[in-house]
């Protein structure tokens, strides 16, 4: 996958003060903006339903299992939540 930034200051050089405001912050890719819009929204289907399954997860937010399983477990080596319990009896807490 390609990802294009492109670089504030020649795009203000070509299109004048009009441009700045648009690149004033856009220090994260469209990629990593929807990981972390994403990774909210789990993080708020677990405070509210703690012992929801992965497949009810994808579910919900129209995810694949597999890619609801990728956001946990990035959440989890973040220390965002943790997962206690058996796996099918368990339940998700939120640590932060």
Known sequence: MLTFRAD????VEAFGDAARPLFADKSLTTQE????TVQGQI???LRQQ???????LAKQLGLS???VKYHLDKL???GVIRHVGPTKSG????LK
């Open 91 to 94: 339940h998700w807490e939120v």
């Open 33 to 36: 903006t929807t990981q972390k």
């Open 43 to 45: 993080v708020a289907v």
């Open 65 to 67: 299992p597999d890619g």
């Open 50 to 56: 703690p012992t929801t399954t992965r497949r009810e």
């Open 8 to 11: 504030p200051a020649q795009l």
């Open 76 to 78: 989890r080596a973040a």
